[in-house]
């Protein structure tokens, strides 16, 4: 019994433990590692483990229980398989979706036949000593997934004991892959777009650009922009088709635009089949769906850009990447504009110097004329009036010298006349109202044309004198422009100062005219000139008129400080 029990292990004298506690009255040995002892108790032979083996045996059953509980809280499958192909361990994961595999085979499995063949095709090449990081797409209650599987050999002493998997489920990982690249694609198209529509300036070829880069962007079949004008009116536009597209939709969706401009918000129709509001001329076009977007800037709608497509729902998730283009796209028309305003303030600008030349010359010649011609005149007749009564019998001398006071008057008359039409005293002395009183009246006697004036707030106000300058010359280029041009008997001036601002209007029932005619073909009649007078003051001033339904003329001044000067001196 003791050679059976001590078999291939040596006996020693002395054992290396304390079994005083266990009461053996012989110690026979221990095995070779230590591990166990025979011991005699009474007639009867015993094997213990000792402290140590005890010790490591539950360190090794501790990090078993650590290893399960690690590989269990794995956010992924993980299985073992043994060099017989049968599996040893699975974590949590794996048992939710597999079952209990531990014990089995692949063979043994529930899973469709081609995973169940590709898996065995990587298992057997797993313990040749290769690893192996594949993807395949599995039905996991009923939804295709996508799955990435390492599969690795456990090596030991240069031998292959085991092989280990796990299994990732990547699908959601994939779609963020993917929505990241959609993403990084998207904003690469709205960079080159971004660069396109900002190549230029001019704003034709700044919407033909929109409307190619907005068709590309989002693979619109038809895609239009249309401006809104300052009035509120529909602007220009542009409109651009993608190759091999019928070319049948040219209908601005009217109605719609108006809604978008009123709301600021998108529009978005997924099938026009199914939506009675959508405009019928592109409905019978063959679109079946489209977007409407407001292109704003500081909370102003500059223009609405629409991308149109035959196939229901093509816009369906485009509405961010829509929007930010849309944005992009208010920029590059306001600089556009910006630039267009520049450019035409320069052309005015210019324009205004030429005529400040013109005017001068004309101002000069019409000085040397009155010179010359009255002035000059009147002083050679009182020259000789005076030559002849030197030489006259003495009974004739005060006939003369009565003839040369008449002369002086008249020419005392024509150097005040000359005075008040450069600029009229009385504008500086006692200030705006009396002076365009006194010139309504002398436009009256001069050209037959009634003035019916009314007035409001301007009874005793001084203004500063720059705004009074302004508001003169308004009235008086007016007035002179209806005597020239409107052939009426009658015009009507309004003026009102209220909430900081001296507004000026002066209307006519005459023959019109076009406002915009007369700034192309650079004859301003003096338009220019007092458009500019408003704009420096920081006012503006708006011309209505149309051939046969009269004109007016509306200022708007601000005011600044009003005065009240000369009060005090008087």
Same mark, same amino acid.
């Given at each position: 019994?003791?050679?059976?029990?001590?078999?291939?292990?040596?006996?020693?004298?002395?054992?290396?433990?304390?079994?005083?506690?266990?009461?053996?009255?012989?110690?026979?040995?221990?095995?070779?590692?230590?591990?166990?002892?025979?011991?005699?108790?009474?007639?009867?032979?015993?094997?213990?483990?000792?402290?140590?083996?005890?010790?490591?045996? %539950?360190?090794?059953?501790?990090? !078993?229980?650590?290893?399960?509980?690690?590989?269990?809280?794995?956010?992924?499958?993980?299985?073992?398989?043994?060099?017989?192909?049968?599996?040893?361990?699975?974590?949590?994961?794996?048992?939710?979706?597999?079952?209990?595999?531990? /014990?089995?085979?692949?063979?043994?499995?529930?899973?469709?036949?081609?995973?169940?063949?590709?898996?065995?095709?990587?298992?057997?090449? #797993?313990?040749?000593?290769?690893?192996?990081?594949?993807?395949?797409?599995?039905?996991?209650?009923?939804?295709?997934?996508?799955?990435?599987?390492?599969?690795?050999?456990?090596?030991?002493?240069?031998?292959?004991?085991?092989?280990?998997?796990?299994?990732?489920?990547?699908?959601?990982?994939?779609?963020?892959?993917?929505?990241? *690249?959609?993403?990084?694609?998207?904003?690469?198209?709205?960079?080159?777009?971004?660069?396109?529509?900002?190549?230029?300036?001019?704003?034709?070829?700044?919407?033909?650009?929109?409307? =190619?880069?907005?068709?590309?962007?989002?693979?619109?079949?038809?895609?239009?922009?249309?401006?809104?004008?300052?009035?509120?009116?529909?602007?220009?536009?542009?409109?651009?088709?993608?190759?091999?597209?019928?070319?049948?939709?040219?209908?601005?969706?009217?109605?719609?635009?108006?809604?978008?401009?009123?709301?600021?918000?998108?529009?978005?129709?997924?099938?026009?089949?199914?939506?009675?509001?959508?405009?019928?001329?592109?409905?019978?076009? @063959?679109?079946?769906?489209?977007?409407?977007?407001?292109?704003?800037?500081?909370?102003?709608?500059?223009?609405?850009?629409?991308?149109?497509?035959?196939?229901?729902?093509? +816009?369906?998730?485009?509405?961010?990447?829509?929007?930010? +283009?849309?944005?992009?796209?208010?920029?590059?028309? !306001?600089?556009?504009?910006?630039?267009?305003?520049?450019?035409?303030?320069?052309?005015?600008?210019?324009?205004?110097?030429?005529?400040?030349?013109?005017?001068?010359?004309?101002?000069?010649?019409?000085?040397?004329?009155?010179?010359?011609?009255?002035?000059?005149?009147?002083?050679?007749?009182?020259?000789?009036?005076?030559?002849?009564?030197?030489?006259?019998?003495?009974?004739?001398?005060?006939?003369?010298?009565?003839?040369?006071?008449?002369?002086?008057?008249?020419?005392?008359?024509?150097?005040?006349?000359?005075?008040?039409?450069?600029?009229? /005293?009385?504008?500086?002395?006692?200030?705006?109202?009396?002076?365009?009183?006194?010139?309504?009246?002398?436009?009256?006697?001069?050209?037959?044309?009634?003035?019916?004036? *009314?007035?409001?707030?301007?009874?005793?106000?001084? +203004?500063?004198?720059?705004?009074?300058? #302004?508001?003169?010359?308004?009235?008086?280029?007016?007035? %002179?422009?209806?005597?020239?041009?409107?052939?009426?008997?009658?015009?009507?001036?309004?003026?009102?100062?209220?909430?900081?601002?001296?507004?000026?209007?002066? =209307?006519?029932?005459?023959?019109?005219?076009?406002?915009?005619?007369?700034?192309?073909?650079?004859?301003?009649?003096?338009?220019? @000139?007092?458009?500019?007078?408003?704009?420096?003051?920081?006012?503006?001033?708006?011309?209505?008129?149309?051939?046969? +339904? @009269?004109?007016?003329?509306?200022?708007?001044?601000?005011?600044?400080?009003?005065?009240?000067?000369? *009060?005090?001196?008087?």
């Amino acid at each position: 019994m003791v050679d059976h029990a001590i078999n291939e292990y040596r006996m020693i004298a002395i054992c290396a433990y304390s079994l005083d506690t266990c009461g053996a009255l012989e110690i026979v040995d221990v095995t070779s590692h230590h591990q166990l002892a025979l011991i005699k108790r009474g007639s009867k032979w015993k094997v213990i483990e000792s402290t140590k083996s005890r010790r490591a045996k %539950t360190f090794s059953q501790e990090s !078993e229980a650590r290893l399960r509980a690690l590989v269990d809280n794995l956010p992924f499958e993980f299985w073992a398989m043994d060099s017989n192909f049968r599996y040893v361990m699975q974590n949590a994961i794996s048992l939710k979706n597999y079952g209990n595999i531990v /014990g089995k085979r692949i063979e043994d499995l529930e899973i469709g036949g081609e995973v169940k063949r590709k898996w065995m095709e990587q298992e057997m090449k #797993a313990l040749k000593g290769n690893i192996l990081h594949e993807e395949y797409v599995r039905d996991v209650e009923g939804e295709k997934r996508v799955y990435e599987n390492i599969i690795a050999p456990v090596i030991v002493d240069k031998a292959i004991i085991s092989i280990v998997g796990v299994g990732m489920d990547m699908t959601d990982r994939k779609r963020v892959e993917e929505e990241i *690249k959609q993403h990084n694609k998207e904003l690469a198209a709205l960079n080159r777009a971004s660069q396109a529509i900002s190549s230029s300036l001019d704003i034709r070829k700044v919407l033909d650009q929109i409307v =190619e880069m907005a068709g590309s962007l989002v693979n619109a079949d038809f895609t239009s922009i249309v401006l809104i004008e300052e009035d509120g009116s529909l602007g220009i536009s542009a409109e651009n088709f993608r190759e091999g597209s019928p070319l049948g939709i040219r209908a601005r969706p009217q109605g719609i635009t108006r809604q978008i401009v009123a709301s600021q918000q998108p529009l978005i129709f997924d099938n026009l089949s199914d939506d009675g509001t959508h405009n019928p001329d592109i409905a019978a076009a @063959g679109v079946r769906s489209y977007a409407g977007l407001p292109v704003s800037a500081k909370g102003e709608v500059l223009g609405v850009l629409f991308v149109h497509s035959y196939t229901p729902g093509a +816009f369906r998730d485009q509405l961010p990447l829509l929007t930010t +283009f849309a944005n992009q796209v208010a920029v590059a028309i !306001e600089n556009s504009r910006l630039f267009e305003a520049v450019s035409t303030g320069r052309e005015r600008l210019q324009t205004l110097s030429r005529r400040l030349v013109e005017v001068q010359e004309v101002e000069r010649r019409h000085i040397a004329r009155e010179l010359h011609d009255e002035i000059g005149q009147a002083l050679t007749g009182l020259k000789l009036a005076l030559e002849i009564s030197t030489l006259s019998p003495a009974e004739t001398v005060k006939t003369r010298l009565d003839e040369a006071k008449t002369l002086i008057s008249e020419l005392v008359a024509q150097v005040r006349d000359l005075s008040l039409d450069l600029r009229p /005293g009385m504008l500086d002395d006692l200030g705006l109202l009396p002076a365009l009183l006194w010139h309504f009246e002398r436009y009256t006697a001069q050209t037959g044309v009634q003035v019916d004036f *009314k007035c409001t707030g301007l009874e005793g106000q001084r +203004f500063l004198p720059e705004v009074e300058t #302004a508001a003169y010359r308004i009235v008086q280029e007016s007035l %002179t422009n209806v005597a020239r041009h409107a052939g009426v008997s009658q015009v009507t001036v309004r003026m009102w100062a209220t909430q900081g601002r001296l507004n000026v209007q002066i =209307e006519d029932q005459g023959s019109g005219f076009d406002p915009k005619e007369p700034l192309r073909s650079g004859r301003t009649s003096g338009l220019a @000139g007092m458009y500019e007078r408003a704009v420096l003051l920081g006012g503006q001033l708006k011309v209505e008129s149309s051939p046969g +339904f @009269g004109t007016c003329v509306t200022a708007e001044l601000p005011l600044g400080e009003s005065l009240e000067r000369r *009060k005090k001196e008087r």
